[in-house]
């Protein structure tokens, strides 16, 4: 499984404008994520910082911020640390993010855990997935089914993916390749992989292009997933899966390596328009019907 099998960090992304809207009102009763943001939330306003000036101070974006207060998603005891030091508590977020969550990772291995504050700094995520749809780009009932059902870490994909519809600061430049077979792979049945599939070709757009690679045309994709980020500053990091996890790497010969391979398989990838046409074929060809072998199942 690609490495968004599973996921770490999340993060979501509201533009913060001139004349913001009311701040979401939070309940602390309702779930720990609802306290620990609503405690966020009461420690900044104390000392009179809007999100934008703390995310000015912390190495951590707005919007994230912003997804931390209104309960949307989980984050490190870093960034508690972090909203200490400059909000001065006195260390009552660290405390409060030991006592709700403790040695909670929020359903994500270890290895995975540093990659999404990658893919928010990110100006453009070069993607290879040869086996199911990209975790940015799987909708809740996909992600859920190759999740088993696991709630946690299908809402922690979830919210991860609002780093593709922020517009403050934009969302990265996504380029997408992926071999025609992962259309063919049944993944929750023909209702999902109907709405999965739409999802995909409704998603591209100016910052964000899907190539399909058709079956049969040879390339050099066959020794597993991985994702180039490139940073605003130049900087090119890695996340290439292997058999038991997936790693992270920044030296010049892997980035190089991944980067001469990822222009091969885009050379023998469709454009996306052909590709959007292909995926659309694919809707109608495979998934418009219930398969018979799935038919026989129900029957007396």
């Avoid at 100006?123 to 859920?144: C, D, F, M, N």
């Avoid at 899907?210 to 890695?238: C, M, R, S, Y």
């Amino acid at each position: 499984m690609a490495p968004d099998h599973w996921s770490s960090l999340v993060m979501a992304g509201h533009r913060e404008t001139a004349m913001p809207q009311p701040p979401k009102r939070l309940t602390p009763s309702n779930s720990p994520l609802d306290l620990f943001g609503s405690e966020v939330r009461r420690y900044r306003a104390l000392v009179d910082h809007s999100i934008k000036q703390l995310a000015d101070k912390i190495p951590y974006s707005a919007s994230f911020i912003g997804a931390v207060e209104r309960a949307e998603c989980h984050c490190e005891r870093n960034f508690a640390e972090h909203c200490d030091a400059v909000l001065d508590t006195k260390q009552a977020l660290s405390h409060l993010h030991d006592g709700l969550f403790g040695d909670k990772k929020d359903g994500f291995p270890e290895w995975f855990r540093k990659w999404p504050a990658v893919e928010e700094q990110a100006g453009t995520l070069k993607v290879y997935e040869p086996t199911v749809i990209y975790g940015l780009l799987q909708r809740e009932e996909y992600a859920s089914s190759l999740l088993f059902g696991d709630r946690e870490a299908t809402d922690a994909r979830l919210a991860r993916q609002s780093v593709l519809t922020r517009t403050d600061p934009v969302a990265p430049r996504l380029i997408y390749v992926l071999p025609e077979l992962v259309l063919w792979y049944d993944v929750g049945g023909p209702d999902v992989m109907r709405a999965q599939l739409q999802h995909l070709v409704d998603a591209i757009g100016p910052r964000l292009s899907v190539q399909v690679i058709p079956n049969g045309v040879p390339h050099p994709g066959n020794e597993g997933a991985f994702v180039l980020a490139t940073l605003p500053d130049g900087k090119e990091i890695a996340l290439a899966e292997t058999a038991a996890r997936g790693i992270m790497m920044d030296t010049r010969e892997d980035i190089s390596r991944l980067k001469d391979r990822f222009d091969a398989i885009c050379t023998q990838a469709l454009p996306t328009s052909m590709s959007a046409d292909l995926i659309t074929r694919t809707i109608g060809e495979k998934w418009n019907h219930e398969p018979r072998t799935r038919l026989a199942q129900v029957e007396p």
